[in-house]
């Protein structure tokens, strides 16, 4: 099946400071969906992007499907942005519509 | 719109007993998942469903049993719980689209003992 693989596993930053993170996929997407999971479990739809450039508040993503990867960009960020940002793909050739999801990067903003 | 709703939100079980864990839908949606979630990893699918009366086994199906007889709700079902099911729950649920855009439910943690 599809494989996820997300970098960097934990990223430690300081408020305000900006960071990238990265998505790779090995076969071709019909949906991609970034989430953010906050320390409740929560899990919070950021952005559907299977292609393109999208941009919300101080958060964007962009897919380059061809190469297949995505980015999410966070900016200026704050202590609420701390938690786990999880990127999951439905692959173009399953059959079940299921989302496989990468193990995550652990994102922790300290003030 | 609720969305998707799940309850219970917590449960402790025992080793043996049995519970049926909900979800419910309130945007006509088709598709209906439901996903594990162990400490420390991404999620994995349980079962899923694409339609009322049509379910299908996910990755990690054993001990599960579901059922889909309106379009809203989606229950899953423990049978002899074991501590391996200790976990928490995620039901999610999508449009009959190409875009296969999912949407969660707040989650269920599950304790077995």
């Known amino acids: 099946g599809i494989q996820v693989e997300q970098s960097p596993p934990d990223l430690i930053l300081q408020e305000g400071a900006n960071s990238t993170l990265r998505c790779n996929f090995s076969d071709s997407v019909n949906n991609l969906q970034w989430f953010h999971q906050n320390p409740w479990g929560q899990l919070i739809n950021l952005f559907y992007?299977?292609?393109g450039t999208k941009q919300n508040g101080r958060l964007s993503a962009t897919t380059v499907a061809t190469e297949r990867y995505s980015l999410l960009y966070i900016s200026s960020s704050q202590t609420t942005d701390s938690g786990v940002y999880f990127c999951a793909v439905v692959s173009s050739g399953g059959s079940n519509y299921k989302l496989t999801f990468g193990k995550g990067t652990l994102l922790t903003v300290n003030p | 719109n609720a969305g998707v709703t799940q309850t219970p939100k917590f449960r402790i079980l025992k080793i043996g007993q049995s519970m049926t864990l909900q979800c419910t839908q309130d945007m006509n949606h088709n598709y209906m998942y439901w996903y594990r979630q162990d400490p420390g990893m991404g999620l994995k699918l349980i079962y899923y469903?694409?339609?009322?009366?049509?379910?299908d086994k996910g990755e990690v199906p054993n001990g599960y049993n579901v059922s889909r007889s309106t379009t809203e709700d989606f229950p899953l079902r423990l049978e002899l719980a074991a501590p391996s099911q200790t976990s928490v729950y995620f039901c999610?649920?999508?449009?009959?689209?190409?875009?296969?855009?999912?949407?969660f439910g707040p989650g269920t943690r599950l304790t077995v003992t």
């Open positions: 999610a649920s999508s449009y009959l689209d190409s875009s296969y855009e999912q949407y």
């Open positions: 992007i299977p292609s």
């Open positions: 469903s694409v339609g009322a009366g049509i379910t």
